[in-house]
């Protein structure tokens, strides 16, 4: 085998190059296809019983890399959305290796055309506004911890962001004094976006920062942690949780629903939606790359959907139903 078909090279120009130079992508961005990649190499490593540091190009082919797309779902139960993300990964990296390694332009074909698998689009949950209003109202503002929870629920309520676009959020971001007060998001992609927070978002906010001892224009973490760190994913959904457990006493229903911080999302988007806010406003607010993504939740308000059979004056009132007296239009009709 050829030096210049060796693994580790061609990954380190990949992720120190291709990735950071030329596509100048986020941070993490990085970090998934790190990881995408990193379990790609020791599943790798397992079935040919090499070390990682041992793997040529070639050892990564078509069949291998498909063996390890149906392990992610049958073994470690990634959806196949995850499994998607996961092989888009490794397709950058083999266009890459196209481009830098004519050597190898016929390994990396061939793991090109793997297709990306068709998901199943589920249907999308929201909260009422009551229940958004429960869970926020669930923590004990008489605590330090409770009005810390209660800022930040208010935050995803109010601004419709990510997770990871809440727990990022600075001082030196937000614009509290305004008459018009708003935040900087830092959205996926190095997509940023400044949208509006309510009066009652101010208040909780203004009230943290007042406790923690933090000005308007300091760079530093509003949501953190017990150890006084930067509030992580893992922490954000304990705190989803903690107040669903709590919120589920006044509203059984919520018992029901998939709570998460980004329920939060949905139901911000489906209640701009109810309220005559156009497609575009909300694609704009939310930071999705493409309208037909904010389009779904157009697609799943059944009561939006109800109301427009009453305007359109549809009865639901077909009378007869056609009833073929052909012996092979009767088989295809009862199919």
Same mark, same amino acid.
């Given at each position: ?5 060796? %693994? ?8 120190? =190059?291709?990735? @950071?130079?030329? /596509?100048?992508? @986020?941070?993490?961005t ?11 190499i ?13 793997? &040529? ?8 890399? %498909? ?18 993300? /996961? %092989?888009?990964?490794? =397709? ?11 050597a190898?332009? !016929? ?19 929201h ?10 109202? *669930? ?13 930040? %629920? ?9 997770? $990871?676009?809440? @727990? ?12 018009h ?24 906010? &203004?009230?943290?920062? $007042?406790?923690? !001892?933090? @000005? ?18 893992? !922490? ?7 107040? +669903?457990?709590? +919120?589920? *006493? ?9 709570? $998460? ?22 694609? +704009?607010?939310?930071?999705? *790359?493409?309208?037909?993504? &904010?389009?779904?939740? +157009? ?8 109301? !427009?059979?009453?305007?359109?004056g ?12 052909? *012996? ?5 009709? $009862?199919?």
């Amino acid at each position: 085998m050829s030096e210049h078909l060796l %693994l580790a090279p061609l990954l380190e120009s990949y992720f120190r =190059r291709r990735l @950071t130079k030329q /596509r100048n992508a @986020t941070p993490a961005t990085v970090a998934s296809y790190r990881d995408a990649l990193r379990i790609l190499i020791l599943f790798a490593a397992a079935r040919l019983r090499k070390r990682p540091a041992a793997l &040529t190009l070639e050892d990564l082919d078509r069949d291998l890399v %498909l063996a390890f797309l149906d392990e992610l779902e049958e073994k470690r139960n990634n959806s196949v959305a995850t499994r998607n993300a /996961r %092989l888009s990964a490794i =397709r950058s990296f083999f266009h890459h290796v196209a481009a830098a390694d004519p050597a190898s332009f !016929g390994v990396a074909q061939r793991v090109l055309t793997i297709p990306i698998k068709r998901a199943h689009i589920g249907v999308t949950h929201h909260l009422t506004k009551a229940e958004v209003d429960t869970l926020i109202a *669930a923590p004990d503002p008489k605590t330090p911890r409770g009005r810390r929870d209660r800022a930040f %629920l208010l935050f995803l309520a109010r601004t419709g962001a990510r997770v $990871s676009e809440a @727990t990022g959020i600075n001082a030196n971001d937000l614009q509290l004094e305004r008459s018009h007060p708003q935040v900087l998001l830092r959205g996926k992609g190095r997509r940023d976006r400044v949208v509006p927070i309510p009066k009652d978002l101010v208040r909780a906010l &203004t009230t943290l920062l $007042s406790e923690r !001892g933090i @000005t308007h224009h300091e760079p530093r973490p509003i949501f953190v942690g017990a150890r006084n760190e930067r509030l992580t994913r893992f !922490g954000a959904t304990h705190i989803v949780r903690r107040a +669903a457990a709590e +919120a589920v *006493a006044i509203r059984p229903a919520l018992a029901d629903k998939p709570i $998460s911080p980004h329920i939060f999302r949905h139901s911000l988007a489906m209640q701009l939606l109810r309220s005559g806010v156009d497609l575009l406003t909300i694609q +704009a607010w939310l930071g999705h *790359a493409q309208v037909a993504t &904010t389009h779904r939740y +157009a697609a799943a308000d059944v009561e939006m959907m109800r109301k !427009g059979l009453e305007k359109a004056g549809v009865s639901g009132d077909f009378g007869v139903r056609f009833r073929p007296n052909d *012996a092979v239009l009767q088989l295809l009709n $009862s199919i």
